[in-house]
């Protein structure tokens, strides 16, 4: 066993890591980068996918009464009317008048906000005034009012105004959920902290429709049930907590909501909402609508407009989570030390590399052979380069939970070594048993 020094991660590692093995790159960088916008490069996409399959598994799979669909960005602009997102959806925002710098009030230090001095350079703050986050655009070539759209700043109203369809067409009774995952957007001013909050991300959501008194119930519920979400995909409980929000922080359609933070290298923040919105929106977008919105419970002949218990969460948010929690350097002896992603095996950009020991004698071409045998169960990476330590550093910097090493012995006896990450363990196993291991291995999984 490794004697292990750990280290907390910094956000200046965490970038760096991810710009050189191919996470995340910054949006238009041969340009000079978009600010906030970044890109997912080959293993942050498989990454993302990962994660966006665990909860849609994990929201839709594991339940009978819960389905999906996937809305359209795009929404009648009355859409945002009745949500109250025209309204209300904006932060105070406030600029300095010396350096110009803008700056969300809510989010200045109690010193600067009373004597209303700039946190950067001294000078004095304008007056606050609300900024509404929602990105505007044009539908079709005329520029005129009535052409106006939005991106949506949240999926969750899309779910909403499908109620119905889902109802009609799925023969779910209530209680019943409908998730999403999708790409929102929000003219964030303040947009720090890498991929933590950008304009544009992406949301996980489930939106659960209940009788209006049994909201407790299922309020309850949902907080458990997604606090157990995140153990289960490996992140470390004593980095979790909930933070309930108070009068002044609830949203404008929100009856009770509790944050799921987790502490990123810049502190507690949070991850995920889980709302009690009521009958807010279902209401809501019936007055505006003129569609009637109720629910006829067959059973008991009431009707009735039913409660929402919310679960949002962001993917791109989790990917930072995952990321922040699965990074350690260790020291392997006097000599080495070694960077390695702690990835939960179900989420890791690959699952198992495979290496030739050396070139030549066949061994690449055997290795070549199992490698194609593995990958239509695991995503696999074929690396014959190097040193086989340095290979197996390679992996552990992308979390590859698993490694098949091929060497002479394989041609005789037909085994090979299996090399677990976080243990560095190796034991020797025939190849056909490759990947049933790795299989009771990934279910076993607990995060060291
Ligand atoms: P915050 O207070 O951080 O602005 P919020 O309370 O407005 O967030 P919600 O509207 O509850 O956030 O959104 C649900 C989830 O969507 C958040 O928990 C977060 O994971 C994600 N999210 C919201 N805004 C952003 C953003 N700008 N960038 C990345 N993820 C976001």
Not at 243 to 265: S, T, V, W
Request: net charge negative; with cysteine.
């Amino acid at each position: 066993m490794a004697e292990e020094v750990k280290t907390q991660v910094t956000m200046d590692q965490l970038v760096s890591l991810c710009k050189r093995r191919g996470f995340v790159f910054q949006s238009s960088e041969i340009y000079g980068g978009l600010s906030s916008a970044w890109d997912y490069g080959p293993m942050g996409v498989e990454l993302k996918n990962n994660i966006k399959d665990f909860w849609w598994k994990a929201m839709t799979g594991m339940y009978d009464n819960i389905v999906g669909i996937d809305a359209a960005i795009l929404m009648h602009p009355k859409v945002w009317e009745a949500s109250g997102h025209v309204e209300n959806f904006s932060d105070p925002l406030v600029d300095c008048k010396q350096c110009k710098l803008r700056f969300r009030e809510d989010n200045l230090e109690e010193e600067n906000r009373t004597s209303r001095t700039c946190p950067d350079c001294g000078g004095e703050l304008t007056e606050s005034r609300q900024f509404n986050l929602m990105f505007s655009t044009h539908l079709g070539s005329v520029e005129e009012t009535g052409s106006i759209v939005y991106l949506r700043p949240e999926t969750a109203q899309g779910i909403y105004v499908n109620f119905k369809n889902v109802l009609q067409t799925s023969r779910q009774k209530i209680p019943f959920g409908i998730a999403q995952v999708g790409k929102a957007f929000r003219n964030e001013i303040t947009t720090k902290n890498f991929i933590f909050r950008t304009c544009e991300f992406e949301q996980m959501e489930m939106q659960f429709f209940i009788h209006p008194s049994e909201d407790r119930k299922w309020f309850e519920y949902w907080k458990e049930q997604r606090w157990e979400y995140y153990l289960e995909l490996g992140i470390r409980e004593n980095k979790l907590q909930f933070h309930q929000h108070g009068p002044d922080e609830l949203a404008h359609y929100a009856k009770d909501a509790y944050d799921i933070q987790y502490e990123f290298p810049f502190g507690w923040k949070e991850l995920e909402g889980v709302h009690n919105r009521t009958d807010y929106d279902l209401r809501r977008h019936g007055e505006f609508s003129g569609k009637d919105l109720k629910y006829l419970d067959e059973a008991t002949g009431e009707r009735f407009i039913p409660y929402v218990i919310e679960t949002s969460a962001g993917l791109t948010r989790t990917v930072l989570t995952v990321l922040s929690d699965a990074y350690e350097e260790e020291q392997i002896d006097e000599k080495e030390g070694r960077t390695v992603l702690r990835f939960h095996p179900d989420i890791a950009p690959v699952t198992v590399g495979v290496f030739p020991l050396v070139k030549k004698d066949g061994l690449a071409e055997l290795a070549q052979d199992i490698e194609k045998e593995l990958r239509s169960d695991f995503s696999t990476f074929y690396d014959q380069g190097g040193a086989i330590g340095r290979r197996y550093r390679r992996q552990d910097e992308i979390g590859t939970p698993y490694c098949v090493t091929i060497d002479y012995q394989t041609k005789e006896d037909k085994t090979v070594t299996l090399r677990f990450r976080d243990s560095m363990e190796q034991i020797r196993i025939p190849i056909d048993e490759i990947a049933g291991t790795i299989r009771k291995s990934t279910k076993a999984y607990r995060r060291v």
